[in-house]
Nanobody, 123 residues
Framework: VQLQASGGGLVQPGESLRLSCVAS????????IGWFRQAPGKEREWVSC????????YYPDSVKGRFTISKDDAKNTVYLEMNALKPDDTAKYYC?????????????????RGQGTQVTVSS
């Protein structure tokens, strides 16, 4: 049972990236998935969540309108589409789930947590 995040890279400000979070060993359509990020020297920050109940999506103000979370049940994958990237978005991005929660707003102590993928936004 694991989550595998990928899709990070080095981009210039204003460009886009799409991160993927692939689940193995369980079906994502029954679970909420949260994306989180952590920059060097900073605390881990919540980025997005897609609900397990009705697929509703949630974002903090820092990324609202620029980031979009979505789920493809057939591919057992959750995506994070990131547009208009800024240098402040530079961080390692993680996906995670906790079966006991309908959505994740903080990095779970339990559940399944991916290994992270690095996103660097720099000119």
């Amino acid at each position: 049972v694991q989550l595998q995040a990928s899709g990070g890279g080095l981009v210039q400000p204003g460009e886009s990236l799409r991160l993927s979070c692939v689940a193995s060993g369980f079906f994502l359509d029954y679970y909420a998935i949260g994306w989180f990020r952590q920059a060097p020297g900073k605390e881990r920050e919540w980025v997005s969540c897609i609900s397990s109940t009705d697929g509703s999506t949630y974002y903090p103000d820092s990324v609202k309108g620029r980031f979009t979370i979505s789920k493809d049940d057939a591919k057992n994958t959750v995506y994070l589409e990131m547009n208009a990237l800024k240098p402040d978005d530079t961080a390692k991005y993680y996906c995670a789930t906790d079966p006991s929660l309908p959505c994740l707003y903080s990095y779970p102590n339990n559940g399944v947590r991916g290994q992270g993928t690095q996103v660097t936004v720099s000119s």
